[in-house]
RNA sequence: GCCCGAGUGGCGGAAUUGGUAGACGCAGGGGACUCAAAAUCCCCCGACGAUGAGUCGUGCGAGUUCGAGUCUCGCCUCGGGCACCA
């Protein structure tokens, strides 16, 4: 027995070829014309200041997909930056005194240090955060040329306001409808804002969908449900008596057939008439109090019970000049959706349907199911729009159509009766980007008494947020800081006032995918570098965000290229899209003295057989289900032990080897030893391998040549359909089989050089490590991704199971390429198909070549 | 409430186009080595049945098909999103 090689410990593995890499610049990005490019890029973090699972598993994805890339020739772009601004940060200043700021780049820098030892290949020289002056400066200019091409606007919003802390909450931070610092009820508010105006490209956004074939289906349809396309018909409701100026109310519905089974038209309480109607009935005011007391939320509103008022004002049928209905103000209608009106017509609609027997309202069939007379009780009849159906009560058409011919036909006959006219609408909103608050990109603009609300000039930005502000007053800092506030007017020069609004951070995060082409330029982007790396050819990220910064983003890079930033092939900056899905953990809550909910970090919780306390006190723990890790949850888990104990191959190999990528992972520690034994047993095999000289014998070698192939074209697809669990099971397999192997040394080398090829996307040092014991030079790195021989993939031989009358009764082997005849002959020979059959004649006999055959008599 | 997913052994999961359900890993059981333990190596491992024959089995209920985890319809449970969490 030789001497066995010398096995090195993971640490001293893990930093030496991280120095190595760092020192050869591997992983530094250049333009090069002469090579194909490969942009990978993993949704940018938020610096909450600690990674969590969620984290390693995303940017280890991201790695696989990079290396991997590289090693097939790509010149690849693998960047990192940090999504810096948002509420965290304010939040700890007021609970901590800490500058959001100075808790920002404290993060920041935490964070790195813990993403570091991942061994990820990425170009740090690319970094930055959406907090440098460098980088939202940038985007003010943007803004401010966007603001000239007509895409931004000011017009008025609903905001939750807090009554109490004077201030206006997120969503998030409205619990059953109360303020959650407070507690106080929050109302409703109206402010004017600053929007993009994305929904003008509602048709542009929902056409170009079809085009984005790396998306996966369910993000499509979500956006295409998002932006939700429908045509419908826009009809006046005159009123009967009395209403002041207005004559009419105007309804839009998706339902025109359903017309004749209108019982009452119901308008938003937000819309001007009901305001016109509050100045003469004190009761319709105290109601819309009650609805000005909701959250603006759509899930609050759907949620909470559906009420409403009779105004006692009566509009007349547009088909039905006789007929009145009574005018109601419900607390369920959409302000921003279609007109802010509606008919109710209950036979066809649950809500109207709910609505109108709690008021008291008639139900009036419209259609019924073809064969039936049956008519609606306590549930609405709503079949699908495809779906024929018997018009008792029809606006037009035959009597039996579907639902969908009815609408096109009642729009028809209202716009040549001048009823009514037929339009296309969109659900999807203008895209509101202010927040009052301070730990954002200010808002580049000025307002003067004299020349209205004014851009801030170029030449002035970026507009940079002032250091010292308090956040020991509730509400916005910029709103208190006269000093900062206080500029003159950019137009005529007199003393005005600078915009103390701050951007939506998802403005932060709908372009740093192009900025990472060009992070230093002293533009928002180079062309030249632009035209070279967009697109983004795979991007990464939680399900969570497949709605709303991707349609931000589709919406940007479109903006973008309107102002000459981005190039026309780049307004779908995404080439393919993988959502992974969440890391999820159980979530720890206690109550304060005021009963509001404290959330507590794993790490602080103990678990005995009589439940989960405090460490630190003991006080009992309630654990909620398992839920998305969220830094307000703080259900958030600290991967940082798992490295210092087993490094960061195992992380990365248990990680991708658990769970599907697009599945929700429920951490736990299972596994992650078995993960670190296998790795270490690699570095045994190739200790081993690396001087055994004995030959084997030639049924052996290649046996393995053949399996190493296989695992190859294995590995290699499992790498480019997500599926990275298949690729470690394919891995798993072809070490045990080179284990168990007779071959020859040479034989093993070979073989273990290609494992450290295959493996070395998802545990780079090690394979390193391994391709260098086995006396290879330079890095596997560069080392080029291994190609199987087509030759080796298929058996001589193959095994098909034999079923009789579907079920699986026995198998036979036969030649690759066995005609169907002599397979059918053999079947028929089956000892255990004959006893079966019992000596009758099989009705039907199906082959389906190298594959089944089923025996049907 | 509305939109989108997911559900397979004790556990994580595999089954690429409708064609052997349970690859691979974990946990568990048995054995080898050892004075012993750890480590390592070998074998078993869906349920019922006896270890056999066989029967059942992919959240539940129907259906299409020679054949359904996979397709269709109707449910249940869990998760995500719902425009100011990121």
């Given at each position: 027995?030789?001497?066995?090689?010398?096995?090195?410990?993971?640490?001293?593995?893990?930093?030496?070829?991280?120095?190595?890499?760092?020192?050869a610049?591997?992983?530094?990005?250049?333009?090069?014309?002469?090579?194909?490019?490969?942009?990978?890029?993993?949704?940018?973090?938020?610096?909450?200041?600690?990674?969590?699972?969620?984290?390693?598993?995303?940017?280890?994805?991201?790695?696989?997909?990079?290396?991997?890339?590289?090693?097939?020739?790509?010149?690849v772009?693998?960047?990192?930056?940090?999504?810096?601004?948002?509420?965290?940060?304010?939040?700890?200043?007021?609970?901590?005194g800490?500058?959001?700021?100075?808790?920002?780049?404290?993060?920041?820098?935490?964070?790195?240090?813990?993403?570091?030892?991942?061994?990820?290949?990425?170009?740090?020289?690319?970094?930055?955060?959406?907090c440098?002056?460098?980088?939202?400066?940038?985007?003010?200019?943007?803004?401010?040329?966007?603001?000239?091409?007509?895409?931004?606007?000011r017009?008025?919003?609903?905001?939750?306001?807090?009554?109490?802390?004077?201030?206006?909450l997120?969503?998030?931070q409205?619990?059953?409808?109360?303020?959650?610092?407070?507690?106080?009820?929050?109302?409703?508010?109206?402010?004017?804002?600053?929007?993009?105006?994305?929904?003008?490209?509602?048709e542009?956004?929902?056409?170009?969908?079809?085009?984005?074939?790396?998306?996966?289906?369910?993000?499509?349809?979500?956006?295409?449900n998002?932006i939700?396309?429908?045509?419908?018909?826009?009809?006046?409701?005159?009123?009967?008596?009395?209403?002041?100026?207005?004559?009419?109310?105007?309804v839009?519905?998706?339902?025109?057939?359903?017309?004749?089974?209108?019982?009452?038209?119901?308008?938003?309480?937000?819309h001007?008439?009901?305001?016109?109607?509050?100045?003469?009935?004190?009761?319709?005011?105290?109601?819309?109090?009650?609805?000005?007391?909701?959250?603006?939320?759509e899930?609050?509103?759907?949620?909470?019970?559906?009420?409403?008022?009779?105004?006692?004002?009566?509009?007349?049928?547009?088909?039905?000049?006789?007929?009145?209905?009574?005018?109601?103000i419900?607390?369920?209608?959409?302000?921003?959706?279609?007109?802010?009106?509606?008919?109710?017509?209950?036979?066809?609609?649950?809500?109207?349907?709910?609505?109108?027997?709690?008021?008291?309202?008639?139900?009036?069939?419209?259609?019924?199911?073809?064969?039936?007379?049956?008519?609606?009780?306590?549930?609405?009849?709503?079949?699908?729009?495809?779906?024929?159906?018997?018009?008792?009560?029809?606006?037009?058409?035959?009597?039996?159509?579907?639902?969908?011919?009815?609408?096109?036909a009642?729009?028809?006959?209202?716009?040549?009766?001048?009823?009514?006219?037929?339009?296309?609408?969109?659900?999807l909103?203008?895209?509101?980007?202010?927040?009052?608050?301070?730990?954002?990109?200010?808002?580049?603009?000025?307002?003067?008494?004299?020349?209205?609300?004014?851009?801030?000039?170029?030449e002035n930005?970026?507009?940079?947020?002032?250091?010292?502000?308090?956040?020991?007053?509730?509400?916005?800092?910029?709103?208190?800081?006269?000093?900062?506030?206080s500029?003159?007017?950019?137009?005529?020069?007199?003393?005005?006032?600078?915009?103390?609004?701050?951007?939506?951070?998802?403005?932060?995060?709908?372009?740093?995918?192009?900025?990472?082409?060009?992070?230093?330029?002293?533009?928002?982007?180079?062309?030249?570098?632009?035209e070279?790396w967009?697109?983004?050819?795979?991007?990464?990220?939680?399900?969570?965000?497949?709605?709303?910064?991707?349609?931000?983003?589709?919406?940007?890079?479109?903006?973008?290229?309107?102002?000459g930033?981005?190039?026309?092939k780049?307004?779908?900056?995404?080439?393919?899209m993988?959502?992974?899905?969440?890391?999820?953990?159980?979530?720890?809550?206690?109550?304060?003295?005021?009963?509001?909910?404290?959330?507590?970090?794993?790490?602080e919780?103990?678990?005995?057989?009589?439940?989960?306390m405090?460490?630190?006190?003991?006080?009992?723990?309630?654990?909620?289900?398992?839920?998305?890790?969220?830094?307000?949850?703080?259900?958030?888990?600290?991967?940082?032990?798992?490295?210092?104990?087993?490094?960061?191959?195992?992380?990365?190999?248990?990680?991708?080897?658990?769970?599907?990528?697009?599945?929700?992972?429920e951490?736990?520690?299972?596994?992650?030893e078995?993960?670190?034994?296998?790795?270490?047993?690699?570095?045994?095999?190739?200790?081993?391998?690396?001087?055994?000289?004995?030959?084997?014998?030639?049924?052996?070698?290649?046996?393995?040549?053949?399996?190493?192939?296989?695992?190859?074209?294995?590995?290699?697809s499992?790498?480019?359909?997500?599926a990275?669990?298949?690729?470690?099971?394919?891995?798993?397999?072809?070490?045990?089989?080179?284990?168990?192997?007779?071959?020859?040394?040479?034989?093993?080398?070979?073989?273990?050089?290609?494992v450290?090829?295959?493996?070395?996307?998802?545990?780079?040092?090690?394979?390193e490590?391994?391709?260098?014991?086995?006396?290879?030079?330079?890095?596997?790195?560069?080392?080029?991704?291994?190609?199987?021989?087509?030759?080796?993939?298929?058996d001589?031989?193959?095994?098909?199971?034999?079923?009789?009358?579907?079920?699986?009764r026995?198998?036979?082997q036969?030649?690759?390429?066995?005609?169907?005849?002599?397979?059918?002959?053999?079947?028929?020979?089956?000892?255990?198909?004959?006893?079966?059959?019992?000596?009758?004649?099989?009705?039907?006999?199906?082959?389906?070549?190298?594959?089944?055959?089923?025996?049907?008599?």
């Amino acid at each position: 027995m030789p001497t066995p090689m010398k096995v090195r410990d993971f640490r001293e593995i893990e930093r030496a070829w991280q120095q190595a890499w760092d020192k050869a610049g591997v992983f530094t990005a250049e333009r090069d014309d002469n090579r194909p490019k490969y942009y990978v890029l993993e949704m940018f973090p938020y610096p909450s200041g600690k990674i969590h699972m969620g984290h390693v598993r995303n940017y280890t994805m991201g790695d696989v997909i990079a290396r991997y890339r590289m090693a097939c020739g790509y010149n690849v772009l693998h960047p990192m930056g940090w999504d810096a601004f948002g509420m965290p940060a304010e939040n700890a200043a007021m609970e901590n005194g800490i500058h959001p700021g100075a808790w920002t780049r404290r993060n920041i820098e935490d964070m790195r240090n813990q993403l570091k030892p991942l061994g990820l290949s990425i170009d740090w020289s690319r970094e930055f955060a959406t907090c440098d002056p460098e980088y939202y400066g940038q985007q003010q200019a943007m803004f401010i040329e966007m603001l000239e091409m007509g895409l931004v606007c000011r017009k008025s919003a609903l905001v939750n306001w807090d009554p109490v802390d004077m201030t206006v909450l997120a969503n998030e931070q409205v619990v059953d409808g109360k303020g959650w610092r407070s507690g106080a009820e929050v109302e409703r508010r109206t402010l004017t804002q600053w929007f993009f105006r994305i929904s003008e490209f509602s048709e542009e956004l929902l056409a170009a969908i079809d085009g984005l074939d790396g998306w996966p289906e369910k993000v499509r349809l979500m956006q295409r449900n998002w932006i939700g396309k429908s045509r419908g018909l826009e009809i006046d409701f005159d009123i009967v008596a009395g209403a002041g100026k207005q004559k009419s109310i105007k309804v839009y519905t998706t339902r025109p057939d359903t017309l004749h089974g209108a019982n009452f038209v119901a308008i938003s309480a937000d819309h001007p008439l009901a305001g016109v109607l509050a100045e003469s009935s004190a009761e319709i005011a105290a109601y819309l109090d009650e609805c000005r007391r909701t959250a603006v939320s759509e899930a609050a509103l759907e949620a909470i019970e559906k009420t409403g008022i009779d105004t006692g004002l009566k509009v007349r049928h547009p088909l039905l000049p006789d007929e009145a209905l009574p005018v109601w103000i419900a607390n369920f209608i959409l302000h921003d959706y279609g007109t802010g009106a509606i008919f109710g017509c209950p036979a066809h609609d649950q809500r109207d349907l709910d609505f109108s027997r709690k008021y008291g309202l008639p139900v009036i069939d419209v259609f019924v199911a073809p064969e039936s007379c049956k008519v609606v009780e306590d549930i609405a009849f709503v079949p699908p729009k495809n779906v024929k159906v018997r018009y008792l009560r029809r606006v037009a058409g035959e009597e039996i159509q579907t639902g969908e011919e009815a609408v096109n036909a009642a729009i028809d006959r209202c716009e040549r009766a001048g009823l009514g006219r037929g339009v296309v609408r969109y659900r999807l909103r203008d895209w509101g980007i202010s927040r009052q608050r301070y730990w954002g990109c200010p808002i580049p603009a000025v307002h003067c008494e004299a020349c209205g609300t004014v851009p801030e000039k170029k030449e002035n930005l970026p507009v940079v947020l002032p250091q010292d502000v308090s956040f020991e007053q509730p509400g916005n800092p910029l709103d208190r800081h006269a000093e900062w506030k206080s500029v003159p007017c950019p137009k005529c020069g007199r003393p005005a006032e600078r915009e103390t609004e701050t951007m939506d951070t998802f403005v932060d995060s709908s372009w740093y995918f192009a900025r990472f082409t060009a992070p230093h330029a002293k533009t928002p982007t180079s062309m030249e570098d632009a035209e070279y790396w967009m697109n983004v050819d795979q991007y990464i990220g939680g399900v969570e965000h497949a709605i709303l910064h991707l349609l931000y983003s589709r919406f940007f890079a479109r903006a973008m290229n309107i102002i000459g930033h981005l190039p026309k092939k780049a307004i779908e900056p995404f080439d393919a899209m993988f959502t992974q899905g969440m890391v999820t953990h159980e979530i720890y809550m206690t109550r304060d003295a005021k009963g509001r909910p404290l959330h507590h970090f794993p790490d602080e919780v103990e678990f005995s057989d009589d439940g989960a306390m405090l460490k630190s006190t003991g006080e009992p723990v309630e654990v909620i289900p398992s839920a998305k890790m969220a830094k307000s949850k703080k259900n958030v888990i600290n991967p940082l032990d798992l490295i210092d104990r087993f490094g960061a191959d195992t992380a990365r190999w248990y990680i991708i080897s658990d769970s599907p990528p697009e599945r929700d992972v429920e951490w736990t520690n299972a596994g992650v030893e078995a993960a670190s034994k296998h790795l270490q047993r690699m570095q045994r095999m190739a200790a081993e391998f690396a001087d055994d000289q004995r030959s084997g014998d030639e049924a052996a070698d290649a046996a393995l040549l053949a399996a190493t192939h296989r695992t190859i074209s294995e590995v290699t697809s499992g790498i480019d359909r997500f599926a990275f669990n298949k690729s470690v099971a394919e891995l798993y397999k072809l070490v045990n089989f080179i284990a168990r192997s007779e071959a020859g040394g040479e034989s093993k080398r070979d073989a273990f050089r290609v494992v450290a090829r295959l493996m070395a996307p998802i545990t780079p040092h090690l394979a390193e490590e391994i391709w260098s014991m086995l006396g290879c030079n330079g890095f596997v790195a560069d080392a080029g991704w291994p190609e199987a021989n087509p030759d080796l993939l298929q058996d001589e031989l193959v095994t098909m199971p034999i079923q009789v009358n579907g079920k699986r009764r026995s198998e036979i082997q036969v030649p690759r390429g066995t005609a169907g005849d002599e397979i059918k002959r053999l079947v028929l020979e089956d000892a255990a198909v004959a006893r079966y059959l019992a000596g009758s004649q099989p009705r039907k006999l199906i082959v389906v070549p190298e594959r089944i055959v089923n025996v049907v008599f």
